[in-house]
């Protein structure tokens, strides 16, 4: 009887150790620091940061408050990366094709030129195996990623010259990051990575002769209808560029399953709020661009588009011969490409055949 006592007090003690230990844990509290690629309280990208924060604060009832810093702010924009893999912060927010150099693969996790909509690339990250695939890319960089905000189907730039054919992007310096940049130089340009907020500076000295950024909503609050003379549409290198918030992974195992979950479901509002935005704003400001700043809009000729395909294509297959991760990503990308492409062209494409009548 004694050791049978002793042995229910024993389990009872332990029980109510480990209910002590779980609430230790579900009052502590984490202050952590998010590094962006955006000026600070950019509109749309710098707000989702921003609001991603503030949820994750709402959710969590206090417990894991982070503060944002913009581009410049605490680290360079083209920094974010090199912070939180060396856990010098906790999380960055900004977009996958800005790591190519350092991560090649990366860059088909923010957008393919000729790729996936947006609505495809959240079908290929979250039910296709592309998640995943990014997970398992970014670990060795002590990384944990997430789709954390789209621009939708992007403008294809700012040219101070009228585009008639592939000869006239020869000898281009142009404002393009990721696999559209690979393509440019392809063609005869030369691409140029530039932060967000040095753009207009240096479209307006002349530094590059042109540029692409997102869309209507950001172009016409960035000015670059002051610099630039034609805006050229559709964004063929950019037609559904995923955001990323980015993890360290040591600092994302100290949280407990319940705050795991909270910052995960932060990233899926964002992702959504965020396409929302551009989506619902886009229209009106590309109206205000051409009624009352007169900037030529201008339509990529078949033939540029053509051209700029069949470029993209030996991008892309030369990319996947040099790198087997790349490789591995690009036929994922590829398989569900084609998956989700016949199943679009009985769904959403005859029925915008049918709106357009």
Same mark, same amino acid.
Request: glycine share 10%; proline share 6%.
């Given at each position: 009887?004694?050791?049978?006592?002793?042995?229910?007090?024993?389990? %009872?003690?332990? @029980?109510?150790?480990?209910?002590?230990? @779980?609430?230790?844990?579900?009052?502590?509290?984490?202050?952590?620091?998010?590094?962006?690629?955006?000026?600070?309280?950019?509109? !749309?990208?710098?707000?989702?940061?921003?609001?991603?924060?503030?949820?994750?604060?709402?959710?969590?009832?206090?417990?894991?408050?982070?503060?944002?810093?913009?581009?410049?702010?605490?680290?360079?924009?083209? %920094?974010?990366?090199?912070?939180?893999?060396?856990?010098?912060?906790?999380?960055?927010?900004?977009?996958?094709?800005?790591?190519?150099?350092?991560?090649?693969?990366?860059?088909?996790?923010?957008?393919?030129?000729?790729? #996936?909509?947006?609505? =495809?690339?959240?079908?290929?990250?979250?039910?296709?195996?592309?998640?995943?695939?990014?997970?398992?890319?970014?670990?060795?960089?002590?990384?944990? $990623?997430?789709?954390?905000?789209?621009?939708?189907?992007?403008?294809?730039?700012?040219?101070?010259?009228?585009?008639?054919?592939?000869?006239?992007?020869?000898?281009? @310096?142009?404002?393009?990051?990721?696999?559209?940049?690979?393509?440019?130089?392809?063609?005869?340009?030369?691409?140029?990575?530039?932060?967000?907020?040095?753009?207009? &500076?240096?479209?307006?000295?002349?530094?590059?002769?042109? &540029?692409?950024?997102?869309?209507?909503?950001?172009? #016409?609050?960035?000015?670059?209808?002051?610099?630039?003379?034609?805006?050229?549409?559709?964004?063929?290198?950019? $037609?559904?560029?995923?955001?990323?918030?980015?993890?360290?992974?040591?600092?994302?195992?100290?949280?407990?399953?319940?705050?795991?979950?909270? !910052?995960?479901?932060?990233?899926?509002?964002?992702?959504?709020?965020?396409?929302?935005?551009?989506?619902?704003?886009?229209?009106?400001?590309?109206?205000?661009? !051409?009624?009352?700043?007169?900037? @030529?809009?201008?339509?990529?000729?078949?033939?540029?588009?053509?051209?700029?395909?069949?470029?993209?294509?030996?991008?892309?297959?030369?990319?996947?011969?040099?790198?087997?991760?790349?490789?591995?990503?690009?036929?994922?990308?590829?398989?569900?490409?084609?998956?989700?492409?016949?199943?679009?062209?009985? =769904?959403?494409?005859?029925?915008?055949?049918?709106?357009?009548?």
């Amino acid at each position: 009887l004694f050791f049978s006592f002793m042995g229910l007090n024993f389990l %009872g003690c332990k @029980k109510e150790s480990d209910q002590s230990v @779980k609430l230790s844990a579900s009052q502590k509290t984490y202050k952590w620091k998010m590094v962006t690629t955006w000026p600070p309280h950019f509109p !749309v990208l710098g707000e989702g940061a921003d609001k991603l924060a503030k949820w994750v604060d709402q959710m969590s009832n206090g417990r894991l408050k982070i503060t944002v810093f913009g581009g410049g702010e605490l680290v360079p924009p083209l %920094g974010v990366f090199d912070a939180v893999s060396s856990g010098t912060v906790e999380m960055g927010h900004g977009a996958s094709y800005y790591w190519a150099g350092k991560v090649p693969a990366a860059q088909f996790f923010a957008s393919v030129p000729f790729g #996936l909509n947006a609505q =495809s690339m959240n079908a290929w990250l979250y039910s296709g195996g592309g998640l995943k695939l990014w997970e398992e890319i970014y670990k060795p960089f002590n990384l944990k $990623p997430f789709p954390a905000g789209n621009t939708g189907v992007q403008m294809g730039g700012w040219f101070n010259k009228e585009i008639s054919s592939l000869d006239d992007l020869k000898g281009l @310096k142009m404002r393009m990051p990721g696999l559209g940049g690979k393509v440019l130089a392809k063609a005869g340009g030369t691409p140029i990575l530039v932060a967000g907020g040095e753009i207009y &500076t240096n479209l307006d000295r002349g530094v590059i002769d042109a &540029t692409e950024w997102v869309g209507p909503f950001h172009d #016409l609050k960035m000015g670059f209808y002051k610099a630039a003379k034609y805006y050229y549409y559709p964004g063929w290198h950019e $037609p559904g560029t995923t955001l990323e918030l980015m993890i360290n992974t040591k600092a994302w195992g100290k949280l407990p399953p319940d705050l795991q979950a909270i !910052v995960e479901a932060a990233t899926y509002k964002a992702n959504m709020w965020m396409i929302s935005e551009f989506e619902a704003k886009n229209n009106a400001n590309l109206q205000t661009l !051409v009624e009352k700043h007169k900037v @030529k809009l201008r339509k990529f000729p078949d033939s540029v588009i053509d051209g700029l395909k069949k470029l993209s294509t030996q991008v892309l297959e030369e990319m996947a011969s040099k790198d087997p991760t790349s490789k591995k990503v690009y036929e994922s990308f590829k398989k569900f490409k084609k998956n989700i492409s016949a199943w679009n062209d009985m =769904s959403e494409s005859p029925y915008q055949n049918i709106i357009m009548k």
